[in-house]
């Protein structure tokens, strides 16, 4: 039996999002992920360090993460500030 999950991996201010397959063999290390989707991660991975978003996008969605101010100042709603796009 297989299931479909998510599977984070960050990278500096990076986040990909890779679609993973467990399968549940009901062995003692189950789940288990497969060859191809241990391939797909490290790729994602290698692709976040070396700072090529495109190839990472690829095998994964891509989101950058924003610091959150806790400082009290009040939060920016949508397009209220400029922000540079995903350059490398």
């Known amino acids: ?3 479909h999950a ?3 991996i960050r990278e500096g201010n990076y986040v990909a999002e890779v679609d993973i397959e ?4 009901g062995g003692e ?3 288990t992920v497969g060859l191809d989707d241990i391939r797909k ?3 994602v991975r290698r692709a976040l360090r070396s700072g090529d978003l495109d190839g990472a996008g690829r095998d994964a969605t891509v989101f950058r993460l924003v610091p ?3 400082s ?3 939060a ?4 209220d500030n400029d922000q540079d796009g995903f350059e490398s």
């Open 1 to 3: 039996m297989t299931r």
């Open 6 to 8: 998510s599977q984070l």
């Open 22 to 25: 467990l399968h549940e063999d």
């Open 29 to 31: 290390w189950s789940p």
């Open 41 to 43: 991660l490290d790729r």
């Open 68 to 70: 959150h101010r806790g």
């Open 72 to 74: 009290g100042a009040p």
């Open 76 to 79: 920016l709603g949508f397009h």
